[in-house]
């Protein structure tokens, strides 16, 4: 039903702006159509082709520069995924949400505390069985010099309880 060398025809349209020299704005749709999907067989333990897939998404991103020195950013996904007869691509992104605030002083130290939202997805082709999505709270400190960078970063930060790969076989 498929190759790993597949044909993909897309388009996306979109547009993009900066307003007061303090915000920049990007929106954007999208149309992917794949010859074949890669999948994962965890009966088999590997991957193999699939049929054809269709994915239909939006786009947008923003970020703001509140201060010279403090910088806030948003970035939104959503995507539809099918195959060509109509069932759904498990484990596919829906909604990717990521935001946060950055600073950044001129004489080299930096930071950044960020969001990330991973929605629910469909586990299984049929919708029955859902992998849950996931909000994580990620930071960063550092320091930059014309020789060096040094940082230091803290994934989940809240203690979050989350699962970043989900599997799901119906027999």
């Known amino acids: ?10 388009g996306e349209v979109g547009a993009r702006t900066r307003l007061f020299d303090r915000v920049d704005l990007m929106a954007s749709a999208f149309l992917l159509d794949l010859q074949s999907e890669l999948v994962w067989v965890g009966d088999g333990g590997g991957t193999e082709a699939r049929g054809g897939t269709r994915r ?9 520069k509140l201060l010279s020195w403090l910088t806030a950013d948003l970035d939104f996904t959503w995507a539809d995924a099918k195959y060509t007869d109509g069932t759904l691509v498990a484990l596919a992104p829906t909604l990717v949400v990521q935001c946060g605030v950055s600073a950044r002083h001129p004489r080299g130290p930096y930071g950044r505390i960020g969001v990330i939202h991973l929605g629910d997805r469909p586990a299984t082709e049929d919708g029955f069985l859902t992998a849950q999505g996931f909000t994580r709270v990620d930071a960063a400190v550092g320091f930059k ?3 060096f ?3 230091v970063g803290i994934q989940n930060l809240t203690n979050t309880q989350w699962r970043e790969a989900q599997f799901a076989n119906v027999k």
């Open 1 to 10: 039903p498929g190759t790993p060398m597949a044909r993909a025809l897309g």
């Open 56 to 64: 239909v998404g939006v786009e947008a991103e923003a970020r703001v």
């Open 145 to 147: 010099h014309k020789r």
């Open 149 to 151: 960078d040094v940082a």
